[in-house]
């Protein structure tokens, strides 16, 4: 059984930093898609475990940055210079692939979600 669990999310001031962590487990795939995204809908950042690289939406990029310990099943999603319209629930999820292409940025493509971690962003 898939499991995800994110955390990290907290309430911090515009210009602030937070890394949320989504703990994974229960799947062996070789190759995998796992990504963050906000209210499910808008894809934040993916990496394509076992294919090509990383992404990272054009509204967060150079601020955001996704990693993964490979050892720890986790991911991680570095928060810098927050803003205000960053505020949201951050959801990670994962689908399996056969490791060919850019990861989906679109949600409805990734099989397996956690139950999310809310950052709120004060001006």
């Known amino acids: 059984q898939v499991e995800l669990v994110e955390s990290g999310g907290g309430s911090v001031q515009a210009g602030g930093s937070l890394r949320l962590s989504c703990a994974a487990s229960g799947y062996s795939w070789e190759n995998y898609c796992m990504g963050w995204f906000r209210q499910k809908g808008e894809g934040v950042a993916n990496i394509h475990v076992g294919g090509v690289g990383t992404y990272v939406a054009e509204s967060v990029s150079g601020r955001f940055t996704i990693s993964q310990d490979n050892a720890k099943n986790t991911l991680y999603l570095q928060m810098n210079g927050l803003k205000p319209e960053d505020t949201a629930m951050y959801y990670c999820?994962?689908?399996?692939?056969?490791?060919?292409?850019?990861?989906?940025?679109?949600?409805?493509?990734?099989?397996?979600w956690g139950q999310g971690t809310q950052v709120t962003v004060s001006s």
């Open positions: 999820a994962v689908y399996p692939t056969s490791g060919v292409g850019y990861c989906a940025t679109r949600g409805e493509w990734y099989s397996y």
